[in-house]
């Protein structure tokens, strides 16, 4: 019984702290309050709430918290990280996590989230800002999903939301953010 403590101790230390060093978040300081949860917009769509995902990851569960589709459903609009009342930035965890799975080579739970925002930081750096129109046909190619929501993209496009051709203000400036960015992922 104490080898099995230790070896869960050993690998909460490890995931932990590679958790701390991709996002520079020490999760010990949740201690499962479920604030972050039971403020969470998307939470009912996730297997997994955040303090359970937080718990997770404090126990070392790597497997559990990579088989998880909560760090891909998340919205980023760092609701649980404003209610944490010890600040642990939830939402930097769950984006720590993704990085993390990419770098062990873990495939998602719902690829097409990841494919999506591949796509979508792509039409950043190269626009600028995101070209709606051009970012919905790069994601039907990739998903190969042709006819998912071809009415509601009809309906934006007949009320204008879908600018048929990009504007390139700032894509210099962008370019340049990205390349600073993959220098610092680099060292």
């Not at 230790?6 to 991709?22: L, V």
């Not at 790069?138 to 071809?150: N, P, S």
Request: hydrophobic share 40%.
């Amino acid at each position: 019984m104490t080898n099995e403590v230790m070896q869960i101790e050993d690998k909460s230390f490890e995931f932990s702290d590679a958790i701390a060093m991709a996002g520079g978040i020490d999760t010990s300081w949740c201690y499962q309050c479920g604030k972050c949860a039971t403020g969470c917009p998307v939470a009912y769509e996730m297997d997994l709430t955040p303090t359970q995902l937080m718990h997770a990851i404090q126990l070392g569960l790597k497997d559990v918290v990579y088989n998880s589709n909560t760090m891909l459903l998340c919205a980023q609009c760092q609701t649980c990280s404003t209610r944490c009342p010890q600040n642990v930035d939830i939402a930097e965890v769950l984006a720590a996590v993704k990085v993390l799975m990419q770098r062990d080579k873990k495939k998602a739970q719902i690829p097409d989230v990841l494919k999506f925002n591949k796509r979508f930081l792509g039409n950043i750096k190269w626009f600028g800002r995101t070209y709606e129109l051009g970012m919905a046909a790069i994601l039907k190619l990739t998903t190969r999903k042709f006819t998912q929501d071809v009415g509601m993209g009809m309906k934006m496009l007949r009320k204008g939301k879908f600018p048929l051709f990009p504007r390139f203000k700032g894509s210099r400036v962008v370019r340049k953010i990205f390349k600073r960015a993959r220098k610092q992922e680099k060292a």
